[in-house]
């Protein structure tokens, strides 16, 4: 039985550079448990984490927390700002209020969860891992995803699903407008029992019991249109540029 | 870059912290543009007169005896103006009450007519502008910002993209002509020189080459016209092109609006106390205590408060 190590840290009377250089010392000595208090929304926390561990923030935090990160888990209790986890090759991020623009962009691997909801361009360009929102996403969600899967419990914005590749998304609600080559297919029986794997998993009981079975969930992925280039296919072009 | 913020205090009555909380949310956004500094805030209102506030030079193109001479100037015309008073100097700026009725475009041009590089910054009845070429600490140390009571305010941290860095070019713009009115933005209005050429022709003049200085106009003309500022600020949404998230306000409300490709960040913070409203929600958690929720605007979004 591995002894896992407790340390508090009080971002208010640090720099950005000592908390994240603190958090990467402890890490390399082994998994730990990190809390941090008063992060107070600050931008860059607990990037380029390499090593595992658990890092808990009492509070908000700003733009790209967790970004780059490879193995460790991120908690937020409070919401966070742009680029939630951006380019995280594997670890667990979780939100429990909402996030700003391009939460998850580019992630190759891990889980993104946000309670609340994400604003837009959710999962951004996304290489792999699972992005999964409770509440609503804004404009754009899922723009240019190239793999992995997407899903979004609530309601999403407009351009949903925009310009894919070959990422998967499941909306619980509705779809506020379908995005250039987004189409909508049938959902299979193993993708719904899927799903409420994933929501029991992910989300706080309470949290996935507002929220739709799994059965109900929309599926959305690329037409394939826009893959390769056929002259007959001019049009959905012409609205993609 | 640029960062933006406003706040609006929701209960009857003055917030005496209203000036400190908004040179907290400043400096928390002083990073992102570290150009220029400004606010626009709504005090008690002077219903029969206004304030008048004017920026006599600009130190970065004037030597200062000529800065000072035009200050001179400035006073003695406030002197001989029928119903002024309360007439005070701070840095390069000149303020003065107006008692009564005044047909703003001409006060506007007897007073600039003055002297070579003066320009009135703001004319209300309850709203007044404060900018420097700067940080939020030059700001406070020479217009003492924290001590401010008032109801609500907008201000703006300039990262300089495209005009040039001086006091002029600074936000918070005021809707010139137009009582109470004064915007910040943060983006980029992609079709300000076809706007800006409508309303050249229509005789409207620009006082910069900044294309923040559009939204201004826009909105003093939109209220001049009778419209409300939802009204406006929908026109925002519908005629201007490119990235914006703009914050506007008048004697008594604040409002929001975002552009349609959320280009830009914008985060609310709203209570039964108090609306704040950043382009980082570092900026609210530093300066407004409690426990409350932050969350970002959305796309096309347009939000007035009013009081």
């Known amino acids: 039985m591995v002894e896992i190590a407790a340390m508090a840290i009080d971002a208010a009377t640090l720099s950005t550079r000592e908390i994240n250089t603190l958090i990467r010392a402890r890490l390399k000595s082994g998994p730990a448990e990190i809390s941090v208090e008063n992060p107070n929304a600050r931008h860059n926390l607990a990037v380029a984490l390499l090593q595992p561990g658990r890092v808990r923030f009492a509070g908000s935090v700003g733009y790209y927390c967790g970004g780059l990160i490879d193995g460790a888990e991120i908690y937020v209790e409070g919401s966070a700002g742009w680029g939630l986890a951006e380019s995280m090759n594997h670890g667990h991020v979780v939100v429990q209020g909402g996030a700003g623009n391009g939460a998850a962009a580019a992630i190759r691997g891990g889980t993104v969860v946000i309670h609340g909801d994400a604003a837009a361009r959710l999962g951004v360009s996304m290489k792999g891992g699972l992005v999964l929102v409770g509440g609503d996403c804004g404009y754009m969600a899922g723009f240019m995803g190239q793999k992995g899967t997407l899903i979004v419990c609530g309601n999403t914005g407009h351009a949903f699903a925009d310009s894919m590749y070959a990422t998967t998304c499941y909306v619980g609600g509705n779809i506020g407008g379908l995005g250039t080559d987004a189409v909508v297919e049938p959902l299979s029986a193993e993708e719904a029992e899927m799903l409420d794997r994933l929501l029991a998993e992910h989300l706080p009981p309470a949290l996935r019991a507002q929220k739709p079975p799994g059965r109900d969930f929309t599926k959305v992925v690329a037409g394939r249109k826009l893959w390769n280039f056929d002259k007959h296919n001019w049009k959905t072009w012409q609205d993609a540029l | ?307």
């Not at chain 2, 029928?82 to 840095?91: E, P």
């Not at chain 2, 003066?118 to 709203?127: D, K, N, T």
């Open chain 2, 1 to 307: 870059m640029c960062g933006i913020m406003g706040y609006f205090r929701k209960r009857a009555g003055n917030d005496e912290r209203l000036g400190a909380t908004m040179l907290s949310m400043l400096e928390a956004l002083g990073r992102r543009g570290p150009d220029s500094a400004g606010v626009a805030l709504i005090g008690p209102s002077h219903r029969a007169g206004y304030i008048v506030r004017v920026q006599a030079g600009d130190q970065l193109a004037m030597n200062n005896q000529a800065i000072q001479v035009n200050q001179e100037a400035i006073k003695l015309f406030a002197e001989a103006l029928a119903g002024a008073s309360d007439i005070s100097t701070s840095g390069v700026y000149v303020r003065f009450l107006l008692a009564g009725e005044a047909d703003l475009p001409e006060l506007i041009k007897a007073i600039e007519g003055l002297g070579e590089g003066i320009e009135v910054l703001s004319i209300g009845h309850a709203m007044e502008i404060s900018k420097e070429v700067g940080t939020p600490h030059l700001l406070e140390s020479q217009h003492h910002i924290s001590a401010f009571a008032g109801t609500h305010g907008i201000g703006h941290t300039r990262l300089c993209t495209e005009s040039i860095v001086d006091l002029s070019h600074s936000q918070p713009f005021w809707g010139r002509g137009a009582a109470d009115v004064a915007i910040v933005h943060n983006g980029h209005i992609t079709n300000y020189h076809q706007l800006r050429r409508r309303y050249e022709q229509r005789g409207v003049e620009f006082v910069t080459e900044n294309d923040s200085e559009v939204l201004a106009v826009y909105l003093a003309e939109a209220l001049n016209r009778g419209a409300t500022l939802r009204q406006g600020l929908d026109g925002v949404l519908r005629d201007m092109d490119g990235a914006f998230c703009c914050l506007a306000v008048t004697a008594t409300e604040m409002g929001l609006v975002k552009d349609p490709y959320a280009f830009k960040p914008l985060v609310v913070a709203e209570t039964a106390d108090f609306v704040a409203v950043a382009t980082e929600e570092i900026a609210i958690r530093s300066a407004v205590p409690g426990n409350y929720k932050v969350s970002e605007a959305q796309v096309e979004e347009v939000q007035v408060w009013s009081r």
